[in-house]
């Protein structure tokens, strides 16, 4: 008898896994993990315990991000991305191969800008749902309205 409950509730818990909503993060690192706005990389990734399981995480850098940022994001268990000049097209092609990876469930973007929205409706086309990470100043209200979830970041006070 006692098997039998056991394997009853090991394919419980396993439903539960399986229930669990898979994320797929990218942060446009130069617009969200600036000083003056102190936002924590464990912040981000506690706010998003509540909609589901991190599978990925990428932060994408520019070539200008101190050594100090980098090994920060390593240490907190995500991948950097360091790119020369500009970090927009990078963070779309990040963000694209994630709405098209069928084990992710949740696109999070963590960034302000209005450029990404065009992301967020490719993934809600695609049936992902969508999660905004941002901070004001300059949280795009249009990306916040075309969002599922968003996750209002708290700047530090100076």
Known sequence: MKRVISRILKREE???REAEKTIG???DGPN???KEFGIRLEDIKAALEKVGKIRVAKVVLNQYAP???IEAVVNQGFEPIIVAGDTDVRVAI???ELIYNSDVDVIALATRDADFLPLINEA???GKETV???VEPGFSAA???AADYIIKMEAKKA
Request: charged share 35%; proline share 0%.
């Open 14 to 16: 396993r439903e539960e």
């Open 25 to 27: 993060l990218i942060i």
């Open 32 to 34: 969200i993990l600036r």
């Open 67 to 69: 050594q100090g940022l």
């Open 94 to 96: 990040e963000a694209m």
């Open 124 to 126: 809600k086309r695609k």
């Open 132 to 134: 905004v990470i941002g």
């Open 143 to 145: 990306l916040q309205n």
